[in-house]
């Protein structure tokens, strides 16, 4: 109730009347059932504008700690928001098997829930795609769900002539389902779920049309790999030489 309170009196006017954001291709996600939604990441606006912009419900994976209320007012907000919302926590802690961390959201895929993830882990710092974290397709692999591909396209926030930080026609393209069926078994073994994520990175790529680079955003965000590094890592595409891992019983 809450979910469906908030997107009608709140983001559908904000998102579609004054961003005047457009989607298509919404028809290519399932109207029933379990199913992932894999999407590039450029701006703050991501997050809400999917959801906003399409029929089905989306959860989208917070990071475990925000939902920790403290002491903290703004803390607090955030916590009760999150849980109003029926987001689910996600452990990055390391403390745990990468599996055992995905449990909740495992959970809600299996109750034929939309799970709404960004494979780059953090936002493009520069407009271009990068490299996609193996999360994405131990998931979609454990849950046996098929995966959409997802572009967004000017998301990112500017400001306007008052200052006020604003989205400028954002749109976004939905691709059509992709399944891996046929890996489900090989779920531990790291050269599939390399190859299930960069095949998932591509269908991305093939829809936003953005320039590949073979490096994780987080390390060029920390400063661990350089601007002139990160050109060096350019691909015509992800997974770009890689042949496909062999299918076992």
């Known amino acids: 109730m809450w979910y469906s309170l908030f997107k009608v009196l709140i983001f559908v006017p904000l998102v579609r009347g004054l961003f005047r954001a457009t989607i298509t291709g919404e028809g290519n996600i399932p109207a029933t059932g379990g199913v992932m939604l894999a999407s590039n990441h450029l701006g703050a606006g991501d997050t809400f504008m999917l959801p906003t912009l399409i029929e089905r419900h989306v959860t989208f994976p917070a990071k475990a700690e925000l939902f920790a209320p403290g002491k903290n007012v703004g803390r607090m907000i955030v916590a009760w928001f999150l849980r109003l919302m029926h987001e689910v926590p996600l452990d990055r802690s390391g403390g745990r098997s990468s599996l055992e961390a995905f449990r909740p959201i495992l959970a809600e895929l299996a109750k034929g829930g939309v799970v709404g993830i960004y494979p780059e882990?953090?936002?493009?710092?520069?407009g271009r795609l990068y490299k996609g974290k193996t999360g994405v397709a131990r998931m979609a692999l454990a849950a046996d769900v098929p995966v959409v591909?997802?572009?967004?396209f000017d998301s990112q926030t500017v400001r306007n002539r008052l200052g006020i930080p604003w989205i400028r026609r954002p749109r976004i393209v939905v691709g059509t389902p992709l399944a891996f069926h046929e890996y489900r078994a090989q779920a531990d073994d790291h050269q599939v779920l390399r190859y299930v994520t960069d095949e998932?990175?591509?269908?991305?790529?093939?829809?936003?049309?953005?320039?590949?680079?073979?490096?994780?955003?987080?390390?060029?965000?920390a400063g661990r790999v350089s601007a002139q590094e990160a050109d060096k890592r350019i691909l015509p595409r992800p997974g770009y030489g890689a042949t496909p891992p062999a299918i076992t019983a």
């Open 121 to 126: 882990g953090k936002r493009s710092p520069d």
């Open 149 to 152: 591909p997802i572009a967004m």
């Open 200 to 221: 998932i990175m591509n269908a991305i790529q093939e829809l936003s049309g953005q320039t590949y680079v073979d490096v994780y955003a987080a390390s060029v965000v």
